[in-house]
């Protein structure tokens, strides 16, 4: 039997998480989106400006190349606070969750652009040369031939950034975010409520597991290869 | 009707430049299917795919009924592209999407309605025995089968040529020949115009009208399949011929220099296979003849023979008897150190 104290502990700690846990997914939520929404076209420009691909622009390339290991070499946390004023422009606020949103999705966007690259890379060049021998234009090759080919292995790269975000919006919690990642400092950190922290470890670590279960399936499921 | 002009292709990778093609002149005319044969790097990708512009000509003009390929726009070569299918070693098919949505593929690029495009998938099926196929994906299926997508693939938009580049070497000999003669079949109910790059002897042999060979880059032959298989000129047409021309055994080279006896490799086509030369020569010159080997091959719809015989007999006889033989419409090469 659980005894009424029991639940009756397991329901503040819910109370206490409930909001910083609809916080995390929000902020995961739509810095996923806008990190995709930025990096997507820097990832695919990577590939077709390379040598050889089917809009080769060597100079666009290696600008492009370095500005996005520039920026993936900052520490996030360097990241976050130098772009943080940036988010008053944006969003108005500068703490809070959706103040949070446009760090985390600048942050987000060069380690997309990665991902997307080395998606699209895999796909077979015959194939996209069997497309140019039909006719097809560089707007169809991307949208008709490398994306949905990459399928599988961009939902992969996309799970990896919605999981990476989650890690970086606790870093952002540190700084006036909100989330999970802020409820651990406070609580866990700073008023040594232990509890509280393994407890917010644990819903993360929940999370991570999900978000990777359904990134695999949903993967395996496009992959008809 | 290609017409190919002064084409020279030069790749330069690292500073470094590979001549990949010099000064090719090939004319392809409406309906023909035409083989281009030549050793590996010999430069017979280079030129298949110099007609569709998958590689830019360096030199030189592509003229396809007429349009001059290397001047056109973007768009302009687009739209030339779709009248131009290809098929490839490897098949290079979307390998997620279903046989259906590799067939539509080119129509789709070309924005043809969903309706059209499923009535000619349909029938594309059909010409191409894929019908119970209709929604797999190319994983499911044998080496023969996906090419047969990739040749439906090539149809999709009524060409007017088909650019095959190696299409059988994935494939075994079983399966070859029934892409054969599904290329076959293509060419001759629809008329399109098919180039064929292979490496394979048999595929020459079994589908093309004419045959051009490629060596280092340049066309060292080029004429009819029945001519060069009945009469090769050059070393490397003579290599590929090698299954059909028996090699000499060692014991039976003789003497270059000695005038009272030669071998000679006869070749024959069409009737003169069916008379008796060779019986004739004996009975009216003084020589006696020797047989070593003899084969009959089908190449198309004709017979070309190929007859080694060891002559003997005085000079001046034998140079009769190889003019006998000649009149009579026979091919008569006199070999020299036992090289076929
Ligand atoms: N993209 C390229 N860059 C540099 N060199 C190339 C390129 N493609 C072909 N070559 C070179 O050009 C020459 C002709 O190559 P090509 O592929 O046309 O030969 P091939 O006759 O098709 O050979 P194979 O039978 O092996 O396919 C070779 O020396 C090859 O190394
Ligand atoms: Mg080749």
């Known amino acids: 039997m659980v ?27 739509f810095s996923t989106l806008f990190s995709v929404i930025i990096g997507m076209p820097l990832g695919i420009i990577l590939v077709i400006t390379d040598k050889g691909h089917i809009k080769e622009n060597l100079k666009l390339n290696q600008i492009l190349g370095t500005v996005i290991n520039v920026m993936r070499s900052v520490p996030f946390i360097i990241l976050i606070i130098a772009i943080f004023p940036l988010a008053r422009l944006i969003v108005g606020t500068t703490i809070g969750p959706t103040a949070a949103i446009v760090p985390l999705s600048i942050a987000a966007a060069p380690f997309v652009a990665r991902v997307i690259e080395s998606s699209l890379k895999e796909v077979d060049w015959g194939v996209i040369e069997a497309s140019i021998s039909v006719g097809a234009s560089l707007l169809q090759i991307i949208f008709k031939v490398m994306i949905p080919e990459s ?33 651990a400092i406070r609580y866990g950190y700073q008023r040594f409520q232990t509890d509280v922290l393994i407890a917010t470890i644990i819903v993360l670590i929940i999370f991570v597991e999900i978000v990777q279960r359904i990134g695999n399936y949903l993967s395996k499921k496009v992959d008809k290869r | 009707m290609i017409e190919i002009k002064n084409l020279s292709k030069v790749y330069s990778t690292n500073g470094k430049d590979v001549v990949a093609l010099k000064d090719i002149n090939l004319t392809i005319s409406d309906g023909e299917i035409y083989g281009i044969m030549g050793l590996s790097g010999a430069g017979k990708s280079s030129l298949i795919r ?63 309605n969903d309706s059209v495009i499923k009535k000619r998938v349909d029938e594309l099926l059909d010409v191409v025995d894929l019908k119970d196929k209709k929604y797999a994906y190319p994983s499911q299926l044998s080496g023969g089968q996906k090419q047969r997508v990739g040749i439906a693939r090539a149809l999709a938009n009524n060409p007017a040529i088909i650019l095959s580049d190696e299409a059988t070497s994935a494939l075994d000999p079983t399966t070859t020949e029934s892409i054969l003669n599904l290329l076959k079949n293509i060419n001759k109910q629809y008329g399109i115009t098919i180039v064929v790059i292979t490496h394979e002897m048999s595929v020459i042999r079994n589908l093309c009208d ?3 060979v490629l060596e280092d880059g340049r066309i060292i032959e080029e004429g009819n399949v029945i001519d060069i298989f009945s009469n090769p000129s050059t070393e490397t047409s003579k290599r590929f011929l090698k299954d059909m021309i028996a090699e000499l055994p060692p014991d039976i080279l003789l003497d270059d220099e000695n005038p009272n006896e030669e ?70 090469e006199v070999l020299k150190n036992g090289i076929v």
């Open chain 2, 210 to 212: 004419k045959v051009a």
């Open chain 1, 151 to 183: 399928l599988p292995s961009l939902v992969l790269g996309i799970t990896l950034t919605v999981i990476n975000i989650l890690g970086y919006s606790a870093m952002a919690g540190a700084i006036g975010g909100g989330g999970l990642g802020d409820l």
């Open chain 2, 50 to 112: 110099c007609i569709n512009m998958l590689e830019k000509p360096t030199s030189g003009s592509i003229l396809i009924n007429g349009v001059e390929m290397t001047k056109l726009k973007p768009k302009e070569l687009r739209n030339m592209r779709k009248k131009i299918g290809m098929i490839f070693q490897h098949f290079n098919l979307l390998m997620n999407s279903t046989v259906y949505e590799n067939i539509a593929f080119p129509l789709k690029i070309s924005k043809v």
């Open chain 2, 263 to 332: 071998i000679l490799r006869l070749s024959f086509f069409g009737n003169s296979s069916n008379q008796p030369v060779i019986s004739h020569m004996i009975k009216n010159f003084d020589v006696e003849v020797n047989i070593i080997s003899g084969n009959i091959e089908r190449v198309q719809n004709s017979q070309v023979g190929n007859l080694l015989i060891k002559i003997s007999g005085k000079e001046s006889s034998i140079k009769d008897a190889i003019k006998f033989l000649e009149n009579n419409g026979l091919r008569i």
């Open chain 1, 3 to 29: 005894s009424s104290n029991t639940l009756q502990y397991l329901l503040n700690l819910w109370q206490l998480m409930e909001e910083p846990l609809w916080e995390s997914l929000y902020m995961v939520f």
